[in-house]
């Protein structure tokens, strides 16, 4: 039995894909892919180091994500905190875990 069995729900990834003069995201493209969803409050680390409240984790497959994206579970929209890569046993990374607000 292999982690892609657990993957159980599906989630929509969105991605900005243009930026403005600003930098804001200006318009976005999306997509589903399987997932398994633990929601579960969780103090983790942000990309500046500070601890942060984390309202859940979700692990999917090795998907190119950046921190400014967002990702979609049963029809509401969460921010990401942070992304930590799942290393299998040959020193692959399969699966990461994204932990969002």
Partial sequence: MSLQD?????ITIVTAAA???WGEPTT???ASVA??????EE???DNTGAEVLSKGRVT?????????????IDGVTYPI??????VGRYGTTEFIKV???
């Fill in 6 to 10: 657990f993957l159980t729900s599906t």
């Fill in 81 to 86: 905190i942070t992304i930590k890569n799942a």
């Fill in 35 to 40: 997932a398994r969803v633990v929601m579960k």
């Fill in 43 to 45: 103090v983790v680390f």
């Fill in 60 to 72: 999917i497959e090795n998907t190119a994500l950046t921190n400014e994206d967002k990702l979609t």
């Fill in 99 to 101: 932990f969002i607000r």
């Fill in 28 to 30: 976005t493209s999306s």
């Fill in 19 to 21: 930026r403005d003069q």
